[in-house]
T-cell receptor, first 116, second 111 residues
Framework: GAVVSQHPSRVICKSGTSVKIECRSL??????MFWYRQFPKQSLMLMAT?????????EQGVEKDKFLINHASLTLSTLTVTSAHPEDSSFYIC????????????FGSGTRLTVV | GENVEQHPSTLSVQEGDSAVIKCTYS??????FPWYKQELGKRPQLIID?????GEKKDQRIAVTLNKTAKHFSLHITETQPEDSAVYFC??????????FGRGTSLIVHP
């Protein structure tokens, strides 16, 4: 089945630094990928839609300059958390739709970001 | 846009009992309803889904029912086992549009 790989799985960074998270579709091409943020014991909050070859579409309230998204190829999208602060600590998950309309969305394994 | 409500937020059952999680949606145009299981610290995984042209779907101990008129759908797990303990999310979408997720239900199955 469709596989989405996400790296790193865990990252600890200092406040003020930037962190890049990668999301790759391993056996299919994904023109569109999605980035979610999940707080403990809460649901998945869509942050942005990543479109290959064009600008990402951000959800209301998500800072574009803070969460930079690049989708340079059909198999790779990256999320960069710039100038990270402790409140950015969270679980970030990407997903991609693989193929047919009703095939469902496959999720990456998630990245636990801790900003100290 | 679509709004998905999910209840209960927490469900505690004894091993062997049945568990039912209910969701309602607001957009009558939604026609695809997946359910995801997420274990602690892991990715959500699709466990079952249903399209609007059917009312019920079963896969071993898991079943999903859909009432389009009332705009609600439910997940039924029979003969629960400790490994069923996880957070379950319902979702609703229209065709290929990205799904809207419910808030999740934490299912705890006591041995």
């Amino acid at each position: 089945g469709a596989v989405v790989s996400q790296h790193p799985s865990r990252v600890i960074c200092k406040s003020g630094t930037s962190v890049k998270i990668e999301c790759r579709s391993l056996d299919f091409q994904a023109t569109t990928m999605f980035w979610y943020r999940q707080f403990p014991k809460q649901s998945l909050m869509l942050m942005a839609t990543s479109n290959e070859g064009s600008k990402a579409t951000y959800e209301q309230g998500v800072e574009k300059d803070k969460f930079l998204i690049n989708h340079a190829s059909l198999t790779l999208s990256t999320l960069t958390v710039t100038s990270a602060h402790p409140e950015d600590s969270s679980f970030y998950i990407c997903s991609a739709r693989s193929g047919e309309v009703y095939y469902g969305y496959t999720f990456g394994s998630g990245t636990r970001l801790t900003v100290v | 846009g679509e709004n998905v409500e999910q209840h209960p937020s927490t469900l505690s059952v004894q091993e062997g009992d049945s568990a039912v999680i209910k969701c309602t949606y607001s957009d009558s145009a939604s026609n695809y309803f997946p359910w995801y299981k997420q274990e602690l610290g892991k990715r959500p995984q699709l466990i079952i889904d249903i399209r609007s042209n059917v009312g019920e779907k079963k896969d071993q101990r898991i079943a999903v029912t859909l009432n389009k008129t009332a705009k609600h759908f439910s997940l039924h797990i029979t003969e629960t086992q400790p490994e069923d303990s996880a957070v379950y999310f319902c979702a609703a979408s229209m065709g290929s549009y990205i799904p809207t997720f419910g808030r999740g239900t934490s299912l705890i199955v006591h041995p």
